[in-house]
């Protein structure tokens, strides 16, 4: 009787486990709500002990309507992770001393000296302590390879700028000064105006006296700074050319580790390197850096890998093998031995580690695609990175032989709250016969066989490619229903140089063949419903989706964030002047004018465009400033046809304030929502440029 009754109560268990276990792991959609849930992983350093890895960590705060960021530690098993930064100011750029005892960061919480500071912690324990008082703008710091000195990036002072926190009651409020230009190029978003007489140098801080120099009396701009292993040497990017403003290139120099050192040039003046940092090879001997395009390629620019004697006793030379890929490369890294460099190669979709032997032979791939990469940090054999997938986070992960195990779990619940759509590759053959690729997202639930409303999702850029790595637009709309395209249209990185520069000074034509290309695919696959399709994207994607929709009336609805579509009216009002006048030509050329024209069809066409439109920008925007939004949502208006203009006070290009950033996603779903969702009439019109 007793084991009959204990048999029943072990059945109505094991029934209520089973009802219980659906409630339990049941994935739910993508929501509003959840946008300002994920966090943001970046910048992991490995202790010089390889034990332990520092990283920071960004999310929305919604109390005070702002992302900030904090420092956090865990062992390189993946055990003891926690938070050890939590001023209510962010903290950035944790740099770890190389004998071990300190944990550098910067940050502006409030301390001796207003400003970004770096501020150190003891391992051993206690409070982290402002190390400087610098009244320069902290752009950077780099710890000596014997920890007793800091190098420091660091921008002059806004000589105007107020020394008071704010001002006194009663006090008679400061007239600003006028904004004097006089440089050739003279605004950068995020900067603002940039002013003559403003400089960026390197310095020296001695962490015991806390006494500060300057590296050098140079008069030009100074970034980059790398310590040689050896500690007797700094290798630092500069141009010396009389008007840095109209080649914006650098090329490598070297100087003695010591205040008012003379820096000597390792690269000639026909040498185009970047401003990413020069790396020395283990015996001081060798520096390996980064080059660039020729002038007039520059927004299409793929880096190669060069090295250079560090003494200057040769010239620099490209890795042949690398040179063969036709990819860009980034962050190298020399191996302990100093036999092989690692670098990061951008590859068709993908980010991946790939070596070569400094001596010669083949590139070898490290991991294989599908996969991205980026923020490697080594550590002698040991190696960590930032990775995730399409339907994954990015999260730190060591690099274990041929594989990556995965080191902090920062969005792992929230994960396993949702259905994510599946995102698979797709490849098509545009007009011309031109293979290109993409991604496309499927909605959530998607059932194989039936149609849906497919919206066309356009990267910026145009010199980036859509990858295999979590994005949150792709997926808020999946989880709504939508299949999403997203095309590496001609104009991306990752498929060489001959497929970058296709595009040159002839915008909208290739890029549109291409996107319009793989619309026509996903309608052939059966997946896109051609009665519902939307498209959007921001900064180029909005540039393009003014192509896209002059082009062609298939599209129900458009979402264009800080485009442009007439081009010659943005010649001095942006960024962009180097590339207006060497890859276009200035207004007053007769042939650069007819070009002006071509490309600015959407705007002195707009009457062709009959698509419902939402734009977008944000008010400070000095990349793409928002007049070019305006001007399409006044044609467009004056047409009658319905759209909408969204500015967002004080905002810069990228959009940062949480509540600004959901406001655009909601905006998205409600203008996609009226005019793709519902059934349209099944005729579809094309209009010829």
């Known amino acids: 009787m007793l084991r009959r009754r204990?048999?029943?109560i072990s059945l109505l268990l094991i029934l209520a486990l089973a009802n219980a276990l659906p409630a339990q792991t049941a994935r739910r959609p993508l929501k509003l709500d959840d946008m300002l849930?994920?966090?943001?992983?970046?910048?992991?350093?490995?202790?010089?002990?390889?034990?332990?890895?520092?990283?920071?960590?960004?999310?929305?705060?919604?109390?005070?309507?702002?992302?900030?960021?904090?420092?956090?530690?865990?062992?390189?098993?993946?055990?003891?992770?926690?938070?050890?930064?939590?001023?209510?100011?962010?903290?950035?750029?944790?740099?770890?001393?190389?004998?071990?005892?300190?944990?550098?960061?910067?940050?502006?919480?409030?301390?001796?000296?207003?400003?970004?500071?770096?501020?150190?912690?003891?391992?051993?324990?206690?409070?982290?302590?402002?190390?400087?008082?610098?009244?320069?703008?902290?752009?950077?710091?780099?710890?000596?390879?014997?920890?007793?000195?800091?190098?420091?990036?660091m921008a002059d002072p806004d000589p105007d700028a107020d020394p008071t926190p704010s001002p006194q009651p009663g006090a008679t409020p400061r007239v600003p000064k006028p904004i004097v230009i006089d440089r050739y190029r003279f605004k950068q978003d995020g900067q603002g105006y940039l002013l003559s007489g403003r400089h960026t140098y390197i310095y020296i801080f001695d962490i015991a006296t806390k006494k500060l120099e300057r590296l050098t009396k140079s008069k030009w701009d100074e970034t980059s700074p790398s310590w040689s292993p050896d500690g007797t040497r700094i290798a630092f990017m500069s141009n010396h050319s009389d008007d840095p403003d109209r080649d914006p290139t650098a090329q490598v120099y070297v100087a003695e580790a010591k205040p008012g050192a003379t820096e000597k040039q390792l690269t000639p003046e026909a040498v185009r390197a970047g401003r990413t940092r020069p790396e020395w090879s283990p015996d001081s001997k060798w520096i390996a850096f980064l080059e660039g395009e020729e002038r007039k390629y520059g927004a299409y620019g793929m880096d190669r890998l060069a090295l250079v004697p560090a003494d200057g006793s040769g010239?620099?030379?490209?890795?042949?093998?690398?040179?063969?890929?036709?990819?860009?490369?980034?962050?190298?890294?020399?191996?302990?031995?100093?036999?092989?460099?690692?670098?990061?190669?951008?590859?068709?979709?993908?980010?991946?580690?790939?070596?070569?032997?400094?001596?010669?032979?083949?590139?070898?791939?490290?991991?294989?695609?599908?996969?991205?990469?980026?923020?490697?940090?080594?550590?002698?054999?040991?190696?960590?990175?930032?990775?995730?997938?399409?339907?994954?986070?990015?999260?730190?992960?060591?690099?274990?032989?041929?594989?990556l195990r995965q080191l902090t779990h920062q969005n792992d619940a929230?994960?396993?709250?949702?259905?994510?759509?599946?995102?698979?590759?797709?490849?098509?053959?545009?007009?011309?016969?031109?293979?290109?690729?993409?991604?496309?997202?499927?909605?959530?639930?998607?059932?194989?066989?039936?149609?849906?409303?497919?919206?066309?999702?356009i990267h910026g850029g145009p010199n980036a490619q859509d990858q295999h790595s979590f994005n949150l637009e792709r997926h808020m709309f999946a989880a709504h229903g939508y299949a999403v395209l997203a095309v590496n249209y001609r104009g991306s990185s990752g498929r060489g140089q001959k497929f970058s520069r296709s595009i040159f000074a002839d915008w909208g034509n290739y890029e549109v063949q291409d996107l319009l290309a793989g619309v026509d695919h996903v309608?052939?696959?059966?997946?896109?419903?051609?009665?519902?399709?939307?498209?959007?994207?921001?900064?180029?994607?909005?540039?393009?989706?003014?192509?896209?929709?002059?082009?062609?009336?298939?599209?129900?609805?458009?979402?264009?964030?800080?485009?442009?579509?007439?081009?010659?009216?943005?010649?001095?009002?942006?960024?962009?002047?180097?590339?207006?006048?060497?890859e276009i030509g200035p207004?007053?050329?007769?042939?650069?004018?007819?070009?002006?024209?071509?490309?600015?069809?959407?705007?002195?066409?707009?009457?062709?465009?009959?698509?419902?439109?939402?734009?977008?920008?944000?008010?400070?925007?000095?990349?793409?400033?928002?007049?070019?939004?305006?001007?399409?949502?006044?044609?467009?208006?004056?047409l009658g046809i319905d759209t909408q203009l969204i500015i967002y006070p004080n905002e810069n290009h990228g959009i940062q304030r949480p509540s600004y950033q959901r406001d655009r996603m909601e905006r998205y779903l409600a203008w996609y929502e009226k005019y793709v969702k519902k059934m349209a009439s099944p005729s579809t019109t094309s209009t010829a440029q």
């Open 414 to 457: 929230l994960l396993a709250q949702l259905d994510l759509g599946v995102t698979e590759e797709v490849g098509f053959k545009s007009k011309d016969g031109t293979q290109v690729n993409g991604l496309l997202t499927y909605p959530v639930g998607y059932v194989k066989g039936t149609k849906a409303p497919l919206l066309l999702r």
């Open 587 to 638: 207004p007053w050329n007769p042939k650069a004018w007819e070009t002006y024209v071509k490309i600015s069809y959407p705007f002195l066409h707009a009457d062709r465009i009959q698509t419902p439109t939402l734009f977008l920008g944000g008010e400070r925007d000095f990349n793409v400033p928002i007049e070019g939004s305006k001007q399409m949502y006044q044609a467009l208006r004056s």
């Open 315 to 403: 010239a620099p030379a490209r890795l042949k093998a690398v040179e063969d890929l036709d990819r860009g490369v980034s962050l190298p890294r020399f191996s302990p031995d100093g036999k092989s460099i690692r670098f990061l190669v951008t590859d068709d979709r993908s980010v991946y580690p790939a070596r070569v032997n400094v001596s010669g032979g083949a590139v070898e791939r490290l991991l294989s695609p599908p996969i991205v990469i980026s923020n490697w940090n080594f550590n002698g054999a040991r190696a960590v990175a930032i990775a995730g997938g399409d339907a994954k986070p990015n999260e730190i992960h060591v690099l274990e032989g041929n594989s």
């Open 6 to 8: 204990l048999s029943r």
């Open 37 to 153: 849930q994920f966090r943001n992983v970046s910048d992991p350093q490995i202790s010089p002990d390889g034990q332990w890895v520092a990283y920071t960590v960004s999310s929305a705060d919604t109390k005070t309507d702002k992302s900030t960021s904090h420092i956090w530690m865990v062992n390189i098993d993946g055990s003891n992770n926690r938070q050890i930064t939590f001023s209510n100011e962010s903290e950035n750029s944790p740099r770890w001393s190389p004998d071990g005892t300190y944990l550098s960061f910067t940050s502006s919480r409030p301390g001796k000296t207003r400003g970004n500071q770096v501020w150190l912690m003891d391992r051993r324990g206690g409070e982290a302590t402002q190390l400087t008082e610098l009244k320069g703008r902290l752009q950077g710091h780099e710890w000596s390879p014997d920890s007793k000195r800091l190098a420091l990036v």
């Open 523 to 582: 309608v052939k696959m059966g997946v896109a419903d051609p009665d519902r399709l939307g498209v959007g994207g921001w900064s180029y994607g909005g540039i393009l989706t003014d192509y896209l929709i002059a082009t062609d009336n298939r599209f129900k609805a458009a979402t264009s964030g800080a485009g442009t579509a007439f081009t010659v009216a943005f010649y001095g009002t942006d960024q962009y002047i180097i590339q207006y006048d060497h």
